[in-house]
């Protein structure tokens, strides 16, 4: 059965730091797309970075990028979110996911394409003072 597991999650400070890890059973991460995607209370999923295999071609969407790094671990065996200079508006459950749909596309239309994707259980983030 093909699973993926998010971990990393907690509570943080404005301006801190947390970093996520995505990693699977059932399948090598390293041949399969992946993507992170967030929802927080009251808000639309949004997907806010994923990665290609192969070239490992990255998508970062407006409200993350310069602030958050998605990155192959050199083994292969996980997809890490570096995320810094956290916001409260950054708060939500994060997920890691892939989609069998993906094959072909760019990293930046993954991210606004979850269907038929197989999602973690998700990680929350809460970012406050």
Known sequence: QVQLMESGGGLVQPGGSLRLSCTAS???LSHYHIGWFRQAPGKEREGISCITSGDGATYYASSVKGRFTISRDKAGNAVV????SLKP?????????TSARWWGLSAGTMCSRPEGAVWGQGTQVTVSS
Do not use: H, K, P, W
């Open 26 to 28: 059932g399948f090598a």
């Open 81 to 84: 979110l570096q995320m810094n």
């Open 89 to 97: 508006e950054d708060t939500a459950v994060y997920y890691c996911i």
